[in-house]
């Protein structure tokens, strides 16, 4: 029998957005699946509020949202009468009309399933799963396909939710949405838990813990090609010039850095054409944890 997910221990409270992260094969479907109750587990405890997901009864299904990555949805009905369908299933409703304005799904309302955009169907599958009001809402890839408006429409009701006491449970591959939007984060690799925190904690993982300062950051700049910084900046801040003329500086960086970088541009007459700094983020961490290996 294969083992697919062992050692794996996570909580997801009420209010609060909780991103599960890991790479393909990882283990993250299948966990999550569980605790949906859409999968038998052969072994440990899962307790979905306060009741166990595998003999689920229909109360409990009613209390929870399941947005799937692949929703499922019916390829020839149309938004509204399916919303209507689905919204007949409860007893306390989210007002279709509301919920389809909010997620703008009113303008695509006459369109089948089968010619909705990805994104669409994105949005048509997160009013399905928000219809029933649930306490507890399970979000994969809830901003797959979507364009750049629609993004921002999901994250400012999803924290609009998280506000009002729903506890969220997100995963996704892009690590900006996890950034943006997770209040605890769990990443998993090889069925088991390997690091989890706030967002803040797990930046702070890496060189920056063991120096007692903020965070690793890198300085990218343009300039003319063929540039020796070796002497400018310290042996433990990498410097590289990743393609020429495009240089990057990644490290504790600290004030005196900078000031000894620009010190030494002036002194040898060069004005880069553009410059940017940025703290390290997520998806380094990510994969600082998780190899760059491609599963």
């Given amino acids: 029998m294969l083992r697919v997910v062992s050692g794996i221990s996570l909580i997801a409270e009420r209010g609060q957005v909780t991103a599960l992260l890991g790479a393909n094969g990882a283990g993250k479907t299948t966990t999550l699946e569980c605790a949906q109750g859409l999968q038998k587990r052969s072994g440990g405890s899962i307790s979905l509020l306060g009741h166990d997901p595998a003999a689920a009864g229909a109360d409990l299904r009613s209390r929870v949202g399941v947005m799937l990555q692949d929703g499922g949805l019916p390829p020839s009905a149309r938004p509204l009468p399916l919303l209507r369908h689905i919204a007949g299933l409860y007893a306390r409703p989210w007002p279709v009309d509301d919920l389809?304005?909010?997620?703008?799904?009113?303008?695509?309302?006459?369109?089948?399933?089968?010619?909705?955009?990805?994104?669409?169907?994105?949005?048509?599958?997160?009013?399905?799963?928000?219809?029933?009001?649930?306490?507890?809402?399970?979000?994969?890839?809830?901003?797959?396909?979507?364009?750049?408006?629609?993004?921002?429409?999901?994250?400012?009701?999803?924290?609009?939710?998280?506000?009002?006491?729903?506890?969220?449970?997100?995963?996704?591959?892009?690590?900006?949405?996890?950034?943006?939007?997770?209040?605890?984060?769990?990443?998993?690799?090889?069925?088991?838990?390997?690091?989890?925190?706030?967002?803040?904690?797990?930046?702070?993982?890496?060189?920056?813990?063991?120096?007692?300062?903020?965070?690793?950051?890198?300085?990218?700049?343009?300039?003319?090609?063929?540039?020796?910084?070796?002497d400018v900046l310290p042996a433990d801040v990498v410097v590289a010039e990743e393609r020429a003329g495009s240089y990057s500086a990644t490290g504790v960086l600290t004030p005196q850095h900078l000031a000894a970088l620009t010190a030494w541009w002036a002194a040898n007459g060069i004005m880069p054409a553009s410059m940017t700094l940025q703290a390290r983020s997520l998806e380094d961490v990510f994969l600082d944890i998780s190899g760059k290996d491609i599963r």
């Fill in 100 to 230: 389809a304005e909010r997620l703008g799904i009113d303008t695509f309302s006459r369109t089948t399933v089968r010619r909705l955009s990805g994104g669409q169907k994105q949005r048509l599958a997160l009013a399905a799963a928000l219809l029933g009001r649930p306490e507890v809402l399970f979000l994969d890839e809830p901003s797959a396909g979507l364009d750049p408006q629609s993004r921002q429409l999901v994250f400012e009701l999803i924290t609009e939710l998280r506000d009002a006491g729903m506890g969220i449970i997100l995963t996704t591959h892009l690590m900006d949405d996890a950034q943006r939007l997770a209040d605890y984060v769990y990443i998993i690799d090889g069925g088991r838990n390997v690091a989890e925190g706030t967002v803040q904690e797990l930046l702070r993982r890496g060189p920056a813990v063991e120096t007692g300062t903020d965070h690793v950051r890198t300085l990218t700049f343009e300039a003319k090609p063929g540039l020796d910084l070796s």
